[in-house]
Antibody
Framework: QVQLVESGGGVVQSGRSLRLYCAAS????????ILWVRQAPGKGLEWVAV????????YYADSVKGRFTISRDNSKNTLYLQMNSLRVEDTALYYC???????????WGQGTLVTVSS | QTVVTQEPSFSVSPGGTVTLTCDLS?????????PSWYQQTPGQAPRTLIY???TRSSGVPDRFSGSILGNRAALTITGAQADDESDYYC??????????FGGGTKLTVL
């Protein structure tokens, strides 16, 4: 079955960097676009970034543009999110999600928690 | 700044019908935005319910249906059950690799 397992979260000081990982299994990773979606504590969901199936296109929410970089290694079935210049407002549970048909998410990971302290 | 608005909360009686909506600040929601809907219960990852306006995801009961009502996307739950009590999020695809989530609707079944 499709599995997306996030890791790399933790507590980090404002201004520092962190790299998130998403290990995919149960499907042909190189055939699918993947997104990062985050959820601040007690808040709603927010789209963060997307990468096309072949890495040819990457797009970012305005809130993270210029600070976050999404990438993938299809040989390792792994997605990455490099987060630089972290801010307190980046504190959230970060989900790795698969892009399915019709521009919709069809599978979700369980998330990894990022806490940015001041 | 594109804003997608949902009712913050809604209440439905067991067995009742409820329609949650998804509104777009910049105009009407159409199928061109490929509206999708997600259900999240506390402490759990979201689950995909509806995509491409009205297509149910695998395993989703047919009491969940999606549509366009007027100028909004809509999620209708017919015959609400206790375990439908959750947060519901709509998402619109704006094109050019950009998605916008609604703020979510907290549904209470009582």
């Amino acid at each position: 079955q499709v599995q997306l397992v996030e890791s790399g979260g933790g507590v980090v000081q404002s201004g520092r960097s962190l790299r998130l990982y998403c290990a995919a299994s149960g499907f042909t990773f190189s055939n699918y676009g993947i997104l990062w979606v985050r959820q601040a504590p007690g808040k709603g969901l927010e789209w963060v970034a997307v990468i096309w199936y072949d890495g040819s296109n990457k797009y970012y929410a305005d809130s993270v543009k210029g600070r976050f970089t999404i990438s993938r290694d299809n040989s390792k079935n792994t997605l990455y999110l490099q987060m630089n210049s972290l801010r307190v407002e980046d504190t959230a549970l970060y989900y790795c999600v698969r892009l399915g048909s019709s521009w919709a998410i069809d599978h979700w990971g369980q998330g990894t928690l990022v806490t940015v302290s001041s | 700044q594109t804003v997608v608005t949902q009712e913050p909360s809604f209440s439905v009686s067991p067995g009742g019908t409820v329609t949650l909506t998804c509104d777009l600040s910049s105009g009407s929601v159409s199928t061109s935005y490929y509206p999708s809907w997600y259900q999240q219960t506390p402490g759990q990852a979201p689950r995909t319910l509806i995509y491409n306006t009205n297509t149910r995801s695998s395993g989703v009961p047919d009491r969940f249906s999606g549509s366009i009502l007027g100028n909004r996307a809509a999620l209708t739950i017919t015959g609400a059950q206790a375990d439908d009590e959750s947060d519901y999020y709509c998402v619109l695809y704006m094109g050019s690799g950009v998605w916008v989530f609604g703020g979510g609707t907290k549904l209470t079944v009582l």
